[in-house]
């Protein structure tokens, strides 16, 4: 079905194949499978888990401004050292 494809990108996806034990179309499949387009059913679907998930957060996490954490974590010596 798909000609011509890039030696080095059917390299990589052999590599990964190998690591998982599968065929290479195995791991094709596999891959293709994860970046599926979405029809319109599946991102309904998606949309209510969301909304699930959401319903499910506590309030005061809703509330909770991490910036501050984040800007502390951030400018300490330590954390611009570990980059």
Known sequence: MIRDLDEALLADYRA???LHG???EDELRAAL???R???KADRAGRIGLSQ???AM???AAARDDSTA???RFRD???ARSAT
């Open 52 to 54: 699930r998930l959401r």
């Open 33 to 35: 499978g994860l970046v």
């Open 69 to 71: 954490t984040i800007r």
């Open 37 to 39: 387009p979405l029809r």
């Open 16 to 18: 990964a194949a190998l």
């Open 57 to 59: 957060t506590p309030d």
């Open 22 to 24: 599968w065929s290479l």
């Open 76 to 78: 300490t010596p330590v």
